[in-house]
């Protein structure tokens, strides 16, 4: 019997020591009314205070416009308009996260206006669950995962397909 109880004990710990050794990505957390989201920090450049955009003919209602950021013109992507979850009072607390989105096809930088930012959180693998498929506000091709930080659920974003979804519905957009 005390056999099968080290056994055990050496299993469990065997157990601990793979999620302690398992690797974490970090999300940036911010909120759109009410709700938390979160992307990849490694894809985050920089979080700017609110700015007015200079207007950009002919694109989606949600991408507010553009800004020069240090020579390079970035979109401006209201967030709670693409997600259709209310429009958003801009003020000192409103912020764009300027994010860079990279793939083999796209190669892109965008800015996404959120609420407010909330936290850097890391994530092991096991913590991301897959988004269950039901009716959502988010399109579920934007969803990455969903994880649990105490009482909140966080929705995980792909900023690829965003980027990649915006571009093949307003080409005018960028």
Known sequence: MTTTTDETASNHETDNNHLE???????????????????????????????????????????????NLRGMIVPIMDL???????????????????????????????????????DVVSLAEHEIHSSPSVSSTVDPDFVLGLANLGKKVVTLLNLEELAKIDEEEGGKAA
């Open 21 to 67: 050794h398992e690797e974490h990505e970090q999300f940036l957390t911010f909120t759109l009314d009410d709700e938390e989201y979160g992307v990849d920090i490694l894809s985050v450049q920089e979080i700017r205070g609110w700015e007015l955009p200079t207007f950009l003919p002919n694109s989606p209602g949600y991408i507010k416009g553009v800004i």
């Open 80 to 118: 709670r308009e693409r997600f259709d979850v209310g429009e958003l009072t801009y003020n000192e607390q409103t912020v764009v996260i300027v994010v860079r989105c990279c793939s083999t096809v796209l190669n892109r930088v965008i800015g996404m206006v959120v609420d407010s930012v909330s």
